[in-house]
């Protein structure tokens, strides 16, 4: 501040005012009890903030964002927007297709290869996940991995 009679020299003292602190919040881990500070975990579990991008979930999920978009709508236009599903392909049906399925999922061994990519109608898409999830769920009752757990 600059007194009014000039007696401190013509010298502007400025106030410093800092930004307030980022409340603490609680580590992100379960049942973990420490605060943290502008991180979703605490030091002892920082570890799991790396773990999703790391994982081998994350390397078999295929291609996500632009490229994924860039091949949707390739495969959409080579399909002509028409639904390729075997049930329509078989009865002749033409219906709309809304979105983009894998003939062999991702989780059997399939790729993100258009051979392996056709445009599908939503319930078509719906119907046909359904059906593997039904058969997988039949495939591991059958071989008795889906038994009772033992603590």
């Not at 790729?111 to 996940?129: E, F």
């Amino acid at each position: 501040m600059r007194m009014p009679d000039g007696g401190d020299g013509g010298v502007e003292i400025l106030e410093t005012r800092q930004m307030p602190l980022r409340p603490m919040k609680p580590c992100a881990a379960p049942q973990c009890r420490a605060l943290v500070r502008g991180a979703r975990y605490c030091d002892a579990h920082k570890h799991l903030a790396e773990a999703w991008a790391t994982s081998k979930r994350s390397e078999k999920a295929g291609l996500t964002g632009r490229a994924w978009r860039r091949l949707r709508d390739q495969i959409m236009r080579r399909d002509s927007y028409i639904c390729r599903c075997d049930d329509c392909s078989r009865t002749g049906t033409l219906k709309d297709a809304h979105e983009v399925d894998h003939i062999v999922p991702l989780s059997q061994g399939g790729t993100d290869a258009a051979g392996n990519l056709r445009a599908i109608n939503r319930d078509c898409h719906r119907a046909k996940t359904h059906k593997e999830a039904q058969a997988a769920r039949q495939a591991v009752t059958a071989t008795g991995e889906g038994g009772s757990r033992e603590n």
